[in-house]
T-cell receptor, first 109, second 114 residues
Framework: GQNIDQPTEMTATEGAIVQINCTYQ??????LFWYQQHAGEAPTFLSY??LDGLEEKGRFSSFLSRSKGYSYLLLKELQMKDSASYLC??????????WGAGTKLIIKP | EAGVTQSPTHLIKTRGQQATLRCSPI?????VYWYQQALGLGLQFLLW???????NRGNFPPRFSGRQFPNYSSELNVNALELEDSALYLC?????????????FGPGTRLTVL
C-alpha cells in the first residue's frame, strides 16, 4: 500500500529552527509537496521537490532524497503565525496526490 | 484572479439524506480534485476530474459520486448520508493533470450529518 508518515505534533520556540520530517512509500513518484494549513482554513502551497536536494524559499526550505523516500521541511526564524499543520504529499505514478496526516506545529513565545 | 470557490460554506443534513457540494476552479484550470478531511485527520482523496471525465477515485463507497461540467466546475454528491460523513470537504484545481501540478484549494464546505 501507499504510505506517508509524519510526526503528529511538534513544539518549537519563536525565533528558533524546526525540521519536520516526512517518509513515504508510494507506487511511483512524480514529486513531493509541502502545504501549510491553518486551523479551519484550506491548505496553501509551500514547496515542490522532484529532484534530490534542497530547495530554499525565504525562511522555508524543503529537502528530498528519493533513494531514501525521505523529505523534510525546515522552518527558520520561527514566528507565531507559523503555528499551523504542515502536510506532506507525494504524487504517485497516476499523478494522484497521496497525503500524510499532517504535523501540527505549535510555536511558543 | 479569482481563486477556487466552493458552496455552500456550511451544510447540515440528517442521516439518510443526500448532499450536493459545488466547486468552481480557477479560470483556465481543467482538473478538479475532491478531498474529505475529517476533524483532526489528514486529507483523504475522493475524486479527480479532468476535461469532464472521472480520472481516478479514492477508496470511498459508490454513494460518493460527482461530475464535472463543460465549464470545468464540479459537483460532489453524497447519497444516504451517514454520521461519519461529517467532515470538511475540500475542492482543489490545477492547470494540468501531470508533471508539476500545484493544487490550489478552495475554502471548503463543512458538512454536518445529524
Amino acid at each position: 500500500g501507499q504510505n506517508i508518515d509524519q510526526p503528529t505534533e511538534m513544539t518549537a520556540t519563536e525565533g528558533a529552527i524546526v525540521q519536520i520530517n516526512c517518509t513515504y512509500q508510494t507506487s511511483g513518484f512524480n514529486g513531493l509537496f509541502w502545504y501549510q494549513q491553518h486551523a479551519g482554513e484550506a491548505p496553501t502551497f509551500l514547496s515542490y521537490n522532484v529532484l534530490d536536494g534542497l530547495e530554499e524559499k525565504g525562511r522555508f526550505s524543503s529537502f528530498l532524497s528519493r533513494s531514501k523516500g525521505y523529505s523534510y521541511l525546515l522552518l527558520k526564524e520561527l514566528q507565531m503565525k507559523d503555528s499551523a499543520s504542515y502536510l506532506c504529499a507525494v504524487m504517485d505514478s497516476n499523478y494522484q496526490l497521496i497525503w500524510g496526516a499532517g504535523t501540527k506545529l505549535i510555536i511558543k513565545p | 484572479e479569482a481563486g477556487v470557490t466552493q458552496s455552500p460554506t456550511h451544510l447540515i443534513k440528517t442521516r439518510g439524506q443526500q448532499a450536493t457540494l459545488r466547486c468552481s476552479p480557477i479560470s483556465g484550470h481543467t482538473s478538479v480534485y475532491w478531498y474529505q478531511q475529517a476533524l483532526g485527520l489528514g486529507l483523504q482523496f475522493l475524486l479527480w476530474y479532468d476535461e469532464g471525465e472521472e480520472r481516478n477515485r479514492g477508496n470511498f463507497p459508490p454513494r460518493f459520486s460527482g461530475r464535472q461540467f463543460p465549464n470545468y466546475s464540479s459537483e460532489l454528491n453524497v447519497n444516504a448520508l451517514e454520521l461519519e460523513d461529517s467532515a470538511l470537504y475540500l475542492c482543489a484545481s490545477s492547470s494540468t493533470p501531470g508533471g508539476y501540478n500545484e493544487q490550489f484549494f478552495g475554502p471548503g464546505t463543512r458538512l454536518t450529518v445529524l
